[in-house]
């Protein structure tokens, strides 16, 4: 079996300069070299959550282009899941659901597939 694959140093350029992004040995912090030299060392767990933020801010910019529900992201309650459940299973369409909901069709789509109700490979019903 063999090691899985693991950067520890990877250089891109962009514009003019030279980006360098070098994780430190035992990998607990990681460096970034700007052009012009300069260096900005954080815990690799930082980086991490850095490039989560980023995009997190990248997938709201992308919403932002398109118009989104209400509630698009919001978190389920247990009376809301029971509801979509009980109109599901009394003939209501995915769509009537979703606008019911003020949630998109895939939310209304993923939420039934946990409960297999939902086949979301073929998105028809089980």
Not at 45 to 52: E, N, P, Q, T
């Amino acid at each position: 079996m063999s090691d899985p694959l693991v950067w520890s140093l990877v250089e891109w350029k962009q514009g003019d300069g030279t980006y360098r992004f070098e994780v430190a040995r035992g990998g607990l912090h990681g460096t970034m070299t700007a052009p012009g030299g300069r260096n900005f060392t954080i815990p690799m767990v930082a980086w991490f959550g850095l490039l989560d933020a980023l995009g997190a801010a990248r997938k709201t910019k992308d919403r932002g282009d398109r118009p989104m529900p209400l509630r698009s992201g919001a978190r389920w309650s247990p009376t809301e899941t029971d509801e979509v459940i009980a109109n599901f299973k009394a003939g209501r369409s995915i769509a009537l659901l979703a606008q019911a909901h003020n949630r998109s069709e895939y939310a209304i789509e993923s939420q039934l597939a946990q409960h297999r109700l939902w086949d979301p490979m073929h998105r028809c019903p089980l």
